[in-house]
């Protein structure tokens, strides 16, 4: 039996444009919390993890430091998340999902937070309410991309592509264009036009179209890093960009994309 919760002091509900799969994937994915909502923590160090769920550090914005665990309910499809040190020591957040449709889940969550008298009842858990909209909007926005990205797979390229992407004079760089049924962005790097595969290699977050002054672009998701130019990771991973087409201006002026074969 699991152990008795603190009160309830708040209810939030709402129904996610995602598969249940959609969300709990969101769910176990304990990396996007610092990136995909910088706004509420400030980052995240994993202590363990498993089928189960996960445990971690999280430091917030402000300062102080969480130590937290999210655990699957056995046989339900819930999971709780009990803060065991820091602010709010003893919270336990519990969440319910429901399948509503194929692409939509329903959820319920209940803020259990120890010693928090009648009169501060309202507005504390009014500030969860607040908090956990712009979570599950943010993971709503995120679990929505990567579906449509998951389900959405280009076709092998068999034989050499090509796009005239128009006057180089006529348009300013960063720009995004199609090859393909593949996305891409452009911009110049150290003087000369370069493209990259638009989707991140990681989970298929959306790379940004303008790489920072060392040619690299941050993934907004979980924050990876990676060179345009050599398509490789940039913080040590050992990731790649997908396949890119190479940029050429003619001697009409033209920008032009060609993409070789896959092989
Ligand atoms: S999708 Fe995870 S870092 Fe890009
Ligand atoms: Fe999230």
């Known amino acids: 039996m699991s152990p008795a919760l603190p009160p309830r002091i708040a209810l939030y509900e709402r129904t996610v444009a995602g598969s249940l799969a959609g969300v709990w994937e969101n769910v176990h994915d304990w990396e996007h919390l610092p990136w995909l909502h910088a706004s509420s923590f400030a980052s995240i160090a994993l202590l363990d993890s498993g089928d189960w769920g996960w445990r971690a550090r999280v ?58 008298g009648n009169d501060a009842a309202a507005g504390v858990g009014a500030g969860f309410v607040s908090l956990y909209t712009r979570l599950w909007d943010e993971d709503e926005g995120m679990i929505i991309a990567r579906a449509e990205a998951e389900t959405h797979d280009a076709p092998p390229v068999s034989q050499s592509l090509q796009a005239d992407l128009g006057p180089r004079s006529e348009f300013g760089l960063p720009v995004s264009f199609e090859l393909g049924g593949r996305r891409f962005h452009a911009a110049e790097v150290g003087g000369q036009p370069v493209a990259w595969a638009a989707a991140c290699p990681h989970r298929h977050g959306p790379l940004p179209d303008t790489p920072d002054s060392e040619g690299c672009v941050l993934c907004p998701w979980h924050g990876y890093r990676f060179d345009v130019r050599s398509g490789r990771s940039a913080d040590e991973r050992n990731l790649f960009l997908g396949r890119a087409p190479t940029l050429t201006v003619g001697d009409d002026g033209h920008l032009r994309a060609r993409l070789g074969p896959d092989r």
């Open 59 to 116: 430091d917030l914005p402000a300062g102080p430091e969480l130590e937290i665990e999210l655990r699957k309910r056995d046989g339900e499809q819930a999971y709780d998340v009990t803060t065991h040190s820091g602010p709010g020591v003893g919270s336990v957040i519990a969440t319910r999902l429901a399948p509503t449709g194929p692409d939509t889940t329903h959820v319920e969550v209940g803020f259990h937070i120890p010693g928090i």
